[in-house]
């Protein structure tokens, strides 16, 4: 690390690393006295490791600061600014550069992973795993600030200062969804960074009982809520730049994201069980490990090169230290769980067949089921390559076989486990309560049928989409007349109906999915000048063809209307990208479906334009399924209000 610093080639660059080094000591310190307070259980050595988190916290944020100002002020004295930015690029496109190339990124997640730690040494709560999870933490910090501050340093000084940057990959400065997507990507994954601490804590103290779940359970829901958010507002991302009409394609770095939603959303079920039933310890551990591990599985696919993917970094030096890192959490993972095996059996008598938290483990079973065929899809290219030097590739038939059967199987789950008692339900008492969404479903699949739907994916969707509603319904009103009204039961159960309003937003994105994948259709057509011609049904004009000019490149503007709708679809060429064209499509939103126009040629003279009209229904369903999800989640993070007791006159029975 000293050997990048050289006040003499670049100040900024110079400061920047000092911040780094000063974090990397203050981790390294942490660290021991996180060890010594656990070890000899001496408060002071973790009072001393809760403090260092803060100065980590600050230098690394000043690190950050400096990286950003040197962006802003075109300081090309720092390689990290020659190399991906420019004079030219709009303020909101240097803002982002900071996490739009390799180096800045993995400044970003140690930075995003300090703030985790300084929120988490502010809450700690004063007991045994106190010590360890501040250690686990500073593992953690001690890997990323090491990695940042030495072999993917973004502060590395320029001898020879150029008089302009590079600029920035053309592709990360077509839309503004680059400030949202990776931040909110990198909160969701390094949170996952707590619960872990927790469980490695849990195991080494041996003390595995329900009390690490509660306390982490907020942790990983708000991680788990915003890689929701990210995964989705990607997905948007891809549909409104890629000019494809499209949201997810299996891509080695969307699956890498996938990955984790799925054990994160296993794990948030599972703790259930213990919670309620001492069961599933060695699970819920297990769940939690592979959950965090994934995540920086995910961070060695995008920064290795080893997959290809548009998404992904070019190779770069950090591969095989995060897949040493990851050998690592897993190898750590194994033996601690190995050591306090005796401590992770299950209590209680085994749970019925019919049982919410069977039905829970089901629907586990199909989370984790579902995360392996990803991550095997994803990586058998790879052991291809490795094995016979041949390239090969997994595409989406694959993927869709396996996971239109599972996420059919995980709708029909979802709406099962609410619905069951916990410990034992009687046959009876199954089909009762199946009565009302059962018949919901059958409903909407003959009407679906009757209105023309014959996918059978779409039209199973439909059902289980309704037999949910129909059940979530049910429970919610039912709740509700207990306690008076609606405005009680959501102050008294804001868990439970968040739940339940996460699970709606799920259903409202399962249907945007179905229906756009299934009925999607395109039509392409060269259009002329001034002439109005038939297209796709409708009646379709180029008005016009306008060349723009930015400091930073250029833009061709097709002024269409179809049926009376304007559409203005755009290709970009920037100067830093060659002749390469970046389309930005004009999309029409709508409730039922959008109307996606974009440009996939034009006459340089501007008397023609080819042009692409995708139609995709219920699309916008997959966002506004995402923010009720989110909503849902922020929801179960509320406190209860316990309710007042009533007072129960003599001679009356209390009901149970």
């Known amino acids: 690390m000293l050997n990048l610093l050289s006040f003499q080639s670049s100040t900024m660059g110079a400061v920047g690393q000092l911040a780094l080094l000063a974090a990397l000591l203050f981790t390294l310190g942490g660290l021991w006295l996180a060890i010594l307070g656990g070890v000899k259980n001496d408060p002071r050595a973790t009072e001393g490791a809760r403090r260092s988190v803060w100065a980590v916290f600050g230098f690394v944020t000043l690190a950050v600061v400096v990286l950003e100002v040197a962006l802003l002020r075109d300081d090309f004295s720092v390689r990290y600014v020659a190399e991906h930015s420019m004079r030219v690029s709009p303020t909101w496109v240097k803002v982002t550069t900071l996490w739009a190339a390799l180096e800045g990124s993995i400044l970003l997640w140690a930075w995003i992973l300090s703030l985790y730690a300084f929120v988490l040494s502010l809450t700690l709560r004063r007991d045994a795993l106190r010590p360890w999870a501040l250690g686990a933490m500073f593992v953690s910090l001690l890997f990323f600030i090491g990695v940042v501050g030495s072999i993917a340093s973004p502060f590395t000084p320029l001898a020879q200062v150029p008089s302009d940057g590079a600029g920035p990959n053309p592709a990360l400065q077509n839309h503004w969804m680059m400030a949202v997507h990776p931040v909110l990507l990198y909160l969701g994954f390094v949170g996952l960074s707590v619960p872990f601490a927790y469980a490695v804590s849990a195991l080494i103290t041996g003390r595995l009982s329900e009390h690490w779940l509660v306390v982490t359970r907020r942790w990983t829901l708000v991680a788990w809520a915003f890689l929701t958010a990210a995964i989705v507002a990607g997905g ?3 549909y409104e730049t890629l000019g494809w009409g499209g949201y997810w394609a299996w891509d080695p770095v969307e699956n890498a994201s996938f990955i984790p939603w799925l054990l994160t959303t296993a794990f948030l079920h599972s ?163 199946l009565r009302i969404p059962g018949g919901a479903g059958l409903l909407a699949l003959m009407l679906g049928f009757t209105f023309g739907l014959r996918s059978v994916g779409v039209l199973l969707t439909v059902a289980l989409a309704a037999y949910n509603l129909a059940g979530l319904t049910v429970l919610t009103v039912r709740s509700a007349r207990e306690r008076g009204s609606f405005g009680a039961l959501l102050r008294e159960q804001p868990r439970r109906q968040g739940a339940h309003l996460a699970h709606a937003g799920l259903v409202v994105l ?45 833009a061709a503007v097709a002024t269409v209307t179809i049926d009376g709708q304007t559409y203005q679809p755009r290709s970009n060429v920037y100067v830093n990208g060659g002749n390469t064209l970046y389309p ?72 149970d």
């Open 271 to 433: 703790l259930q069980i213990q919670e309620r039933r001492r069961q599933l310890k060695a699970w819920n551990i297990w769940l939690i490990v592979l959950a965090y591990s994934s995540t920086v599985l995910g961070t060695f696919l995008n920064r290795s090169g080893i997959v290809q993917s548009v998404h992904a970094f070019s190779n770069g030096p950090v591969g095989a230290v995060f897949l040493g890192f990851l050998a690592v959490l897993l190898i750590a993972g194994i033996g601690l769980a190995a050591w306090r095996s005796p401590y992770l059996r299950d209590e209680g008598e085994p749970s019925a067949a019919l049982s919410r938290e069977s039905a829970y483990l089901v629907g586990n079973w199909l989370f984790l089921v579902f995360s392996t065929v990803v991550l095997l899809g994803t990586l058998f290219p790879v052991l291809v390559e490795a094995a016979t030097g041949k390239k090969t590739s997994v595409g989406a038939p694959f993927f869709d076989a396996f996971a239109i059967p599972i996420g059919l199987g995980l709708l029909l789950m979802m709406g099962v486990g609410p619905l069951l008692p916990w410990r034992r339900a009687t046959g009876e008492k199954l089909l009762a309560a």
């Open 510 to 554: 399962a249907l945007g999915v179905a229906f756009s994948t299934a009925y999607k259709s395109s039509a392409e057509i060269t259009l002329n000048r001034g002439q109005s011609t038939s297209f796709a049904g409708q009646t379709a004009k180029l008005e016009s063809l306008e060349q723009r000019n930015y400091p930073y490149g250029s």
């Open 236 to 238: 948007w991302w891809s």
């Open 584 to 655: 930005t499509p004009s999309v029409h939103y709508g409730l039922l479906g959008d109307s996606y126009l974009v440009t996939t040629n034009l006459d340089p003279k501007g008397q023609w334009a080819s042009v692409r009209l995708i139609s995709s229904p219920l699309v916008s369903w997959i966002w506004v399924g995402m923010l009720i999800i989110v909503l849902g989640a922020s929801l179960t993070l509320v406190t209860p209000r316990v309710a007042a007791r009533q007072t129960v006159p003599a001679g009356a029975v209390a009901a």
